[in-house]
Protein backbone atom coordinates (compact mmCIF):
# COMPACT_ATOMS: atom_id res chain seq x y z
CA UNK A 1 0.00 0.00 0.00
CA UNK A 2 1.75 2.99 -1.07
CA UNK A 3 1.10 6.20 1.32
CA UNK A 4 -1.35 8.92 -0.44
CA UNK A 5 1.24 11.69 1.46
CA UNK A 6 4.10 10.51 -0.65
CA UNK A 7 2.57 9.56 -4.08
CA UNK A 8 0.03 11.16 -6.55
CA UNK A 9 -3.30 9.29 -7.69
CA UNK A 10 -2.92 6.10 -8.45
CA UNK A 11 -3.69 4.84 -12.23
CA UNK A 12 -7.11 3.81 -11.35
CA UNK A 13 -8.15 7.29 -10.51
CA UNK A 14 -6.67 9.22 -13.13
CA UNK A 15 -8.26 6.89 -15.60
CA UNK A 16 -11.28 7.66 -13.62
CA UNK A 17 -10.67 11.29 -14.00
CA UNK A 18 -9.86 11.34 -17.59
CA UNK A 19 -12.77 9.31 -18.92
CA UNK A 20 -15.07 12.13 -16.86
CA UNK A 21 -12.86 14.90 -18.48
CA UNK A 22 -12.56 13.66 -21.83
CA UNK A 23 -15.78 14.95 -23.22
CA UNK A 24 -15.35 18.05 -22.08
CA UNK A 25 -11.90 18.30 -23.10
CA UNK A 26 -13.23 17.22 -26.37
CA UNK A 27 -15.78 19.83 -26.69
CA UNK A 28 -13.78 22.61 -25.68
CA UNK A 29 -11.18 21.97 -28.58
CA UNK A 30 -14.45 21.60 -30.92
CA UNK A 31 -15.61 25.01 -29.96
CA UNK A 32 -12.86 26.91 -29.35
CA UNK A 33 -13.45 28.67 -32.29
CA UNK A 34 -17.34 29.70 -32.01
CA UNK A 35 -18.21 33.22 -31.30
CA UNK A 36 -18.69 33.92 -27.46
CA UNK A 37 -17.96 30.48 -26.72
CA UNK A 38 -14.46 31.20 -27.45
CA UNK A 39 -14.31 33.95 -24.62
CA UNK A 40 -15.28 31.31 -22.26
CA UNK A 41 -13.01 28.59 -23.41
CA UNK A 42 -9.72 29.93 -24.76
CA UNK A 43 -8.87 30.91 -21.66
CA UNK A 44 -8.07 27.15 -20.43
CA UNK A 45 -5.91 26.98 -23.69
CA UNK A 46 -4.23 29.36 -22.94
CA UNK A 47 -0.35 29.05 -22.27
CA UNK A 48 2.09 29.32 -20.53
CA UNK A 49 -0.12 26.93 -18.86
CA UNK A 50 -0.53 24.89 -22.35
CA UNK A 51 1.99 24.33 -24.43
CA UNK A 52 2.72 21.59 -27.13
CA UNK A 53 5.60 20.96 -29.92
CA UNK A 54 5.95 18.21 -32.13
CA UNK A 55 9.18 16.74 -32.65
CA UNK A 56 9.03 14.38 -35.56
CA UNK A 57 10.87 11.39 -34.44
CA UNK A 58 9.44 8.96 -37.01
CA UNK A 59 10.46 10.88 -40.14
CA UNK A 60 13.48 9.26 -41.70
CA UNK A 61 15.13 11.22 -44.36
CA UNK A 62 17.99 11.29 -45.95
CA UNK A 63 20.12 14.42 -45.12
CA UNK A 64 23.67 14.84 -44.17
CA UNK A 65 25.70 12.57 -41.95
CA UNK A 66 26.51 15.93 -39.39
CA UNK A 67 22.61 16.77 -39.13
CA UNK A 68 21.20 16.49 -36.16
CA UNK A 69 18.04 14.27 -36.86
CA UNK A 70 14.81 15.55 -34.41
CA UNK A 71 15.02 12.00 -33.35
CA UNK A 72 18.70 12.41 -32.23
CA UNK A 73 17.83 15.58 -30.56
CA UNK A 74 15.10 14.43 -28.61
CA UNK A 75 17.09 11.38 -27.33
CA UNK A 76 19.99 13.95 -26.64
CA UNK A 77 17.17 16.44 -24.39
CA UNK A 78 16.54 12.68 -22.28
CA UNK A 79 19.67 12.28 -21.96
CA UNK A 80 20.11 15.66 -19.91
CA UNK A 81 17.68 14.85 -17.24
CA UNK A 82 18.34 12.71 -14.20
CA UNK A 83 14.97 12.23 -13.14
CA UNK A 84 12.92 9.74 -16.12
CA UNK A 85 9.62 7.96 -15.58
CA UNK A 86 7.91 5.68 -17.97
CA UNK A 87 4.10 5.09 -17.88
CA UNK A 88 3.08 1.58 -18.65
CA UNK A 89 0.05 2.48 -20.72
CA UNK A 90 -0.94 5.34 -22.84
CA UNK A 91 -3.75 6.70 -21.24
CA UNK A 92 -5.39 8.12 -24.30
CA UNK A 93 -5.25 4.51 -26.43
CA UNK A 94 -6.02 3.17 -23.26
CA UNK A 95 -9.32 5.42 -22.99
CA UNK A 96 -10.53 4.35 -26.75
CA UNK A 97 -9.59 0.58 -26.16
CA UNK A 98 -7.37 0.17 -29.02
CA UNK A 99 -4.96 -2.22 -29.60
CA UNK A 100 -3.18 -0.24 -32.75
CA UNK A 101 -0.74 1.81 -32.46
CA UNK A 102 0.50 -0.27 -29.37
CA UNK A 103 -1.29 1.11 -26.24
CA UNK A 104 2.03 -0.27 -23.77
CA UNK A 105 4.15 2.68 -25.23
CA UNK A 106 3.57 5.36 -22.56
CA UNK A 107 4.16 8.90 -22.16
CA UNK A 108 7.60 9.75 -20.37
CA UNK A 109 7.52 12.46 -17.72
CA UNK A 110 10.33 14.22 -16.71
CA UNK A 111 11.83 16.40 -13.76
CA UNK A 112 11.61 16.22 -9.99
CA UNK A 113 7.77 16.19 -9.83
CA UNK A 114 8.09 12.30 -11.23
CA UNK A 115 8.22 11.71 -7.59
CA UNK A 116 5.15 12.34 -6.74
CA UNK A 117 4.16 9.62 -9.54
CA UNK A 118 2.66 6.62 -7.98
CA UNK A 119 4.28 3.51 -8.68
CA UNK A 120 0.44 1.70 -10.36
CA UNK A 121 1.60 4.08 -13.12
CA UNK A 122 4.74 2.82 -14.25
CA UNK A 123 8.80 2.85 -13.33
CA UNK A 124 11.50 5.34 -13.00
CA UNK A 125 14.32 4.05 -15.93
CA UNK A 126 17.56 4.58 -16.60
CA UNK A 127 18.62 6.80 -19.71
CA UNK A 128 19.20 4.00 -21.79
CA UNK A 129 15.76 2.45 -20.81
CA UNK A 130 14.19 6.00 -21.78
CA UNK A 131 16.45 6.39 -25.33
CA UNK A 132 14.95 2.41 -26.25
CA UNK A 133 11.43 3.83 -25.46
CA UNK A 134 11.83 6.34 -27.92
CA UNK A 135 13.18 3.97 -30.52
CA UNK A 136 10.22 1.75 -29.92
CA UNK A 137 7.83 4.99 -30.27
CA UNK A 138 9.35 5.93 -33.84
CA UNK A 139 9.10 2.40 -35.12
CA UNK A 140 6.09 2.30 -33.99
CA UNK A 141 5.61 5.65 -36.00
CA UNK A 142 4.54 8.16 -33.19
CA UNK A 143 4.90 11.38 -33.18
CA UNK A 144 6.59 12.78 -30.12
CA UNK A 145 5.27 15.73 -28.32
CA UNK A 146 6.92 17.83 -25.77
CA UNK A 147 4.12 18.99 -23.61
CA UNK A 148 3.82 21.42 -20.82
CA UNK A 149 -0.47 21.25 -20.24
CA UNK A 150 -2.19 21.83 -16.40
CA UNK A 151 -4.16 18.86 -16.75
CA UNK A 152 -1.57 16.32 -16.25
CA UNK A 153 -0.16 18.09 -12.71
CA UNK A 154 -3.72 18.02 -12.10
CA UNK A 155 -4.82 14.47 -12.46
CA UNK A 156 -1.16 12.85 -11.42
CA UNK A 157 -1.23 15.52 -8.34
CA UNK A 158 1.92 16.62 -8.86
CA UNK A 159 3.82 19.87 -9.22
CA UNK A 160 4.04 22.31 -12.39
CA UNK A 161 6.33 23.71 -12.75
CA UNK A 162 9.02 20.71 -12.49
CA UNK A 163 7.33 18.70 -14.74
CA UNK A 164 7.59 17.77 -18.39
CA UNK A 165 5.89 15.12 -20.50
CA UNK A 166 6.86 13.63 -24.01
CA UNK A 167 3.82 12.07 -24.80
CA UNK A 168 4.07 9.37 -27.91
CA UNK A 169 0.57 9.97 -29.93
CA UNK A 170 -0.95 8.59 -33.05
CA UNK A 171 -3.85 10.84 -35.37
CA UNK A 172 -6.75 9.16 -33.88
CA UNK A 173 -6.63 8.90 -30.42
CA UNK A 174 -4.34 11.29 -28.97
CA UNK A 175 -6.17 14.05 -27.07
CA UNK A 176 -3.40 16.83 -28.43
CA UNK A 177 -3.96 16.01 -32.07
CA UNK A 178 -7.43 15.36 -32.42
CA UNK A 179 -10.48 17.83 -33.19
CA UNK A 180 -7.60 20.42 -33.99
CA UNK A 181 -8.17 21.26 -37.92
CA UNK A 182 -10.77 24.20 -36.66
CA UNK A 183 -9.37 25.44 -33.43
CA UNK A 184 -9.51 28.52 -31.46
CA UNK A 185 -6.53 31.19 -31.63
CA UNK A 186 -5.25 30.21 -27.94
CA UNK A 187 -5.68 26.48 -28.62
CA UNK A 188 -3.56 27.10 -32.25
CA UNK A 189 -0.85 29.01 -30.12
CA UNK A 190 -0.51 26.33 -27.58
CA UNK A 191 1.04 23.96 -29.87
CA UNK A 192 4.23 25.17 -31.07
CA UNK A 193 6.32 24.77 -34.14
CA UNK A 194 10.10 23.78 -32.96
CA UNK A 195 11.72 26.72 -34.84
CA UNK A 196 14.64 25.22 -36.92
CA UNK A 197 12.36 22.98 -38.56
CA UNK A 198 10.31 23.11 -41.60
CA UNK A 199 8.27 20.91 -44.36
CA UNK A 200 8.00 21.72 -47.65
CA UNK A 201 6.30 20.50 -50.79
CA UNK A 202 8.42 20.20 -53.70
CA UNK A 203 5.45 20.82 -56.97
CA UNK A 204 6.96 19.32 -59.56
CA UNK A 205 7.27 15.73 -57.59
CA UNK A 206 3.78 16.43 -56.11
CA UNK A 207 1.06 14.15 -57.95
CA UNK A 208 -1.63 15.93 -56.32
CA UNK A 209 -3.09 13.11 -54.22
CA UNK A 210 -4.19 15.16 -51.56
CA UNK A 211 -3.38 12.87 -48.88
CA UNK A 212 -1.33 14.61 -46.83
CA UNK A 213 -4.23 17.79 -47.30
CA UNK A 214 -6.10 14.76 -45.20
CA UNK A 215 -3.71 13.91 -43.20
CA UNK A 216 -2.63 17.29 -41.80
CA UNK A 217 -4.44 17.88 -38.42
CA UNK A 218 -4.63 21.42 -38.38
CA UNK A 219 -5.00 21.74 -41.86
CA UNK A 220 -1.94 23.53 -42.66
CA UNK A 221 -1.82 22.18 -46.56
CA UNK A 222 -3.45 23.69 -49.31
CA UNK A 223 -3.93 22.62 -52.72
CA UNK A 224 -2.28 24.97 -55.71
CA UNK A 225 -2.48 24.51 -58.73
CA UNK A 226 -3.43 20.89 -58.40
CA UNK A 227 -0.43 20.76 -56.11
CA UNK A 228 0.40 20.38 -52.06
CA UNK A 229 1.44 23.73 -50.13
CA UNK A 230 2.40 23.55 -46.56
CA UNK A 231 0.80 27.11 -45.16
CA UNK A 232 2.65 29.24 -42.32
CA UNK A 233 0.22 27.04 -39.68
CA UNK A 234 2.08 24.22 -39.88
CA UNK A 235 3.16 22.98 -36.54
CA UNK A 236 6.08 20.59 -37.46
CA UNK A 237 4.93 17.27 -36.95
CA UNK A 238 6.10 15.60 -40.53
CA UNK A 239 2.95 13.25 -40.88
CA UNK A 240 3.14 14.96 -44.50
CA UNK A 241 6.33 13.63 -45.04
CA UNK A 242 5.50 10.06 -43.85
CA UNK A 243 2.26 9.50 -45.75
CA UNK A 244 3.41 11.25 -49.05
CA UNK A 245 3.63 8.41 -51.23
CA UNK A 246 6.02 10.32 -53.84
CA UNK A 247 8.13 11.52 -50.99
CA UNK A 248 7.56 15.07 -52.44
CA UNK A 249 7.19 16.56 -49.00
CA UNK A 250 10.85 17.44 -47.72
CA UNK A 251 12.28 18.21 -43.95
CA UNK A 252 14.32 21.41 -43.98
CA UNK A 253 16.86 21.95 -40.47
CA UNK A 254 17.28 25.75 -40.96
CA UNK A 255 19.02 26.10 -37.56
CA UNK A 256 21.08 22.60 -37.71
CA UNK A 257 23.34 23.29 -35.68
CA UNK A 258 21.36 25.05 -32.51
CA UNK A 259 18.27 22.50 -32.84
CA UNK A 260 19.02 21.25 -29.26
CA UNK A 261 18.95 24.47 -28.05
CA UNK A 262 16.16 25.14 -29.41
CA UNK A 263 14.55 22.81 -28.21
CA UNK A 264 15.63 23.37 -24.61
CA UNK A 265 15.11 26.89 -24.52
CA UNK A 266 11.77 25.97 -25.72
CA UNK A 267 11.12 24.19 -22.55
CA UNK A 268 13.24 26.30 -19.79
CA UNK A 269 10.53 29.30 -20.90
CA UNK A 270 7.90 27.19 -19.29
CA UNK A 271 9.41 24.33 -16.88
CA UNK A 272 12.09 24.44 -14.81
CA UNK A 273 14.31 21.31 -15.19
CA UNK A 274 16.93 21.59 -12.88
CA UNK A 275 19.53 20.15 -15.53
CA UNK A 276 18.51 22.25 -18.21
CA UNK A 277 19.13 25.49 -16.27
CA UNK A 278 23.00 25.69 -17.44
CA UNK A 279 21.44 26.53 -20.97
CA UNK A 280 19.22 29.59 -19.57
CA UNK A 281 22.78 31.81 -19.11
CA UNK A 282 23.35 30.96 -22.74
CA UNK A 283 19.44 32.01 -23.96
CA UNK A 284 19.98 34.73 -22.01
CA UNK A 285 23.27 36.02 -23.89
CA UNK A 286 21.85 35.45 -27.12
CA UNK A 287 18.69 37.48 -26.56
CA UNK A 288 20.88 40.81 -25.54
Known amino acids: ?98 SSPPPGIGCMALGPAIRRMHPSHGRNVSTAEALAHIERASAAGLIANVAHVWIDPVAFWTTFRDLMFICFCDDTNCMYRTHMKKRGPNLDRAYKRLPGISFSADADICN ?44 TLDNQGELFLQLVFRVNSVADIPELKKYKKEQNNRNG
Open 208 to 251: GCGICLNTCFVNAIEMKNGKASITDDCKGCGRCAEVCPEKAVTM
Open 1 to 98: MYSPFKYGAPRFLVRFMVALSWPLIIAGKKFSSYPVLRFVINPFFKRPYNEVTSIPINVNLELPASVPLPRTVLMRLVSEIDQKFILDTCICRHHNKV
